[in-house]
């Protein structure tokens, strides 16, 4: 009965190591689903300016750009709409006119 056991236990670990590697490929892949803010997911500049497209404000279009986000080495898209980025770009400028004082 000893080798029955013995192949038992092998074979556990290979079910239990095609899990784990299964987990973690989906783990990753789940971190770039897409935002509930509408915005259907970025994977090429493709499918920046066919989103682009469908928007009429100028304010409301996409500017993209891959980026390492912090804690990862995998690059990834990272989008603002364009207002976004004026608004981090004018709070950006506030604070350092704060902090200098003027």
Do not use: H
């Not at 928007?55 to 804690?71: A, H």
């Amino acid at each position: 009965m000893f080798p029955f056991n013995v192949l038992v236990v092998k074979i556990m670990k290979k079910i239990i190591l095609v899990a784990l590697l299964f987990l973690s490929v989906t783990a990753c892949e789940s971190l770039y689903e897409n935002n509930d803010d509408g915005i259907p997911r970025i994977r090429s500049q493709r499918d920046v300016e066919a989103y682009n497209a469908t928007v009429s404000s100028e304010s409301e279009k996409l500017v993209c750009e891959r980026e390492r986000v912090i804690g990862s080495n995998i690059r990834q898209w990272v989008c603002l709409t364009i207002a976004q980025r004026d608004a981090l770009q004018r709070q950006a400028q506030d604070q350092n006119e704060a902090l200098l004082g003027r």
